[in-house]
């Protein structure tokens, strides 16, 4: 288990603040660029945008050329169609990497970007150099997968939902307390229609790629918080014990937006993911 402190996590989430200026591709996709090197693409998860990854954008762009993307009806990104499931994000994912012309990438997703990057990994993984799957669910067992199913329902009837989360996600720790307004923030400027599309495919797509992690060749990195309780450390174990080469690292104390409520450790391991050759674990 890994502990961090909570003055840098609170200050690195105010680093999140204000909207980082986009490019956007023929294809409809926003997204941020900065930095040189070895490319590194960060999805966010459901209901964020790009700006969720300010605290590893701002550490990782000094040695690579990071890519942040709003997910398909997020942020500035144009939706895909109502009932697209994970495999269509995972398409538009191809597209993207083709509109950029990137023949060979990492990926970091988090919760729903997590799945995006696994699908990814799974797919069209001769693209993929490395993946990170930070906060992303595996199998949900059945009391979990039957109230996730009935959020995604719900939303098409009673709008998006911001307090469910926030309380699934923070605790009332100094860490949390900047990135829960900032995330608050986030919630309430996402696209409902959009926001609706993407949660049901999260919902519903944590057993689409579940039996293709074998598949994934290159260093997988499985991370998560010790007290998320829907993006379990179990969750994380259990992927990393189907990858060839794959490694587990929890964030004691810490939750689902473990990237923005314990940057430095978070930033930390994703540099030492990214440090990895392909033929080492």
């Known amino acids: 288990m890994l502990t961090a402190g909570s003055i840098s996590g609170a200050a690195a989430a105010k680093g999140a603040a204000g909207d980082l200026p986009r490019k956007e591709t023929p294809g409809g996709t926003a997204y941020y660029e900065t930095g040189s090197g070895e490319p590194l693409v960060l999805i966010h998860g459901v209901g964020m945008r790009l700006e969720a990854w300010a605290p590893q954008i701002a550490f990782l762009s000094a040695g690579h050329r990071v890519i942040a993307v709003d997910m398909p009806g997020h942020g500035e990104s144009a939706k895909l169609p109502a009932g697209s499931r994970l495999e269509e994000f995972v398409a538009w994912f191809g597209r993207f990497l083709d509109e950029m012309a990137i023949e060979r990438v990492n990926v970091a997703g988090h919760s729903m970007g997590a799945l995006v ?81 993407a949660y049901a495919a999260f919902a519903g797509g944590d057993e689409t790629y579940a039996d293709r992690w074998k598949d994934v060749a290159g260093p997988a990195l499985f991370l998560t918080g010790s007290d998320d309780p829907n993006s379990t450390p179990l969750m994380a174990e259990q992927m990393a014990a189907l990858a060839p080469k794959a490694w587990v690292r929890i964030v004691e104390g810490h939750r689902h937006m473990v990237n923005l409520t314990a940057p430095d450790i978070v930033n930390s391991l994703l540099a030492e993911w990214l440090s990895f050759g392909e033929d080492e674990r």
């Open 117 to 197: 990057s696994g699908g990814a990994a799974a797919t069209f993984g001769e693209r993929i150099s490395r993946v990170a799957y930070l906060n992303g669910v595996y199998r949900r067992d059945p009391k979990a997968k039957a109230a996730v199913l009935a959020r995604a329902a719900a939303i098409p009837v009673t709008g998006v939902d911001k307090e469910g989360p926030l309380a699934r996600w923070f605790g009332d720790d100094p860490d949390s307390l900047v990135a829960r307004e900032l995330t608050r923030e986030w919630l309430s400027r996402v696209d409902p229609e959009g926001y609706a599309v």
